[in-house]
């Protein structure tokens, strides 16, 4: 068994350097309050930004790949579009479906 011996003033000086104000309080209830703030603009701003822009994206490489077909497809269902605007229609369409998005869960006992 090892006794370690500490002197006074050693736990004194180490005492007053843990306790050191150095002066930076936050108020917590006020960042709180900016990051609600901040989570509704990226809801409500960004989100269906980045929607309609991953769906153009999608679009542009469907009209690279199957535009011919994709079109010659939607006009036998009388929807008359060109290869052209693939991309902005499932950009549109990728932004109107941002805001019906839903999240189904499971509870425990599988209902």
Same mark, same amino acid.
């Given at each position: ?37 901040? *989570? ?5 701003? $960004? ?6 822009? %991953? +769906?153009?994206?999608? /679009? &542009? ?12 497809? *939607? ?5 008359? $579009? ?6 902005? %229609? +499932?950009?549109?369409? /990728? &932004? ?16």
């Amino acid at each position: 068994m090892q006794i370690i011996i500490i002197k006074e003033n050693q736990m004194k000086r180490t005492d007053t350097y843990l306790n050191r104000d150095y002066g930076f309080h936050f108020n917590t209830k006020g960042l709180s309050i900016l990051g609600i703030i901040t *989570l509704i603009v990226l809801a409500v701003f $960004i989100e269906p930004w980045i929607s309609f822009w %991953l +769906a153009y994206f999608g /679009g &542009w490489v469907a009209k690279i790949t199957i535009g011919d077909k994709l079109v010659l497809a *939607l006009n036998f269902i009388n929807i008359n $579009i060109n290869k052209e605007s693939i991309p902005l %229609l +499932a950009g549109g369409l /990728g &932004w109107i479906g941002s805001f019906f998005k839903s999240i189904n869960s499971l509870n425990k006992e599988g209902n």
